[in-house]
C-alpha cells in the first residue's frame, strides 16, 4: 500500500520559514519523480516544485528564489524549504510522486498559513 505522509504545515507570519517534509512508503521511493503542488480555498490545484529521480528541479514562478525542493532516497522523503513567506503562498501543500507505467499517489496535505 502506498503512503505518502506530509508534515511540518502551520501557521507563520509574512518573511517567515517552514520546512515541509514528505515521507514515502510502499513504493521504490528513489525512481519516482517527486513534486509539490498547492491548493489555496477556491482555486485549482497549483504546481509548486519538482525533483526528478536524478535531481534536476523546477519550480514555480511565483516560489522561485524563494523555495526549495530536496530529497533525501536513504529516507525516502522529500523536503520543501520555504523561506521569505507571503500571505499568497497560505494552502493545503500536497506531495506527489509519479513514475510512467507506475502510477501517480497523492499525500493528505499539509495546511500552511502566511499571516501576520
Known amino acids: 500500500q502506498v503512503q505518502l505522509v506530509e508534515s511540518g504545515g502551520g501557521l507563520v507570519q509574512p518573511g517567515g520559514s517552514l520546512r515541509l517534509s514528505c515521507a514515502a512508503s510502499g513504493i521504490i521511493f528513489s525512481i519516482f519523480h517527486m513534486g509539490w503542488y498547492r491548493q489555496a480555498p477556491g482555486k485549482q490545484r497549483e504546481l509548486v516544485a519538482t525533483?526528478?529521480?536524478?535531481?534536476?528541479?523546477t519550480y514555480a514562478a511565483s516560489v522561485k528564489g524563494r523555495f526549495t525542493i530536496s530529497r533525501d532516497n536513504a529516507k525516502n522523503t522529500v523536503y520543501l524549504q520555504m523561506n521569505s513567506l507571503k500571505p499568497e503562498d497560505t494552502a493545503v501543500y500536497y506531495c506527489n510522486a509519479i513514475r510512467l507505467r507506475e502510477g501517480s499517489y497523492w499525500g493528505q496535505g499539509t495546511q500552511v498559513t502566511v499571516s501576520s
Open positions: 525533483i526528478t529521480n536524478s535531481g534536476t528541479t
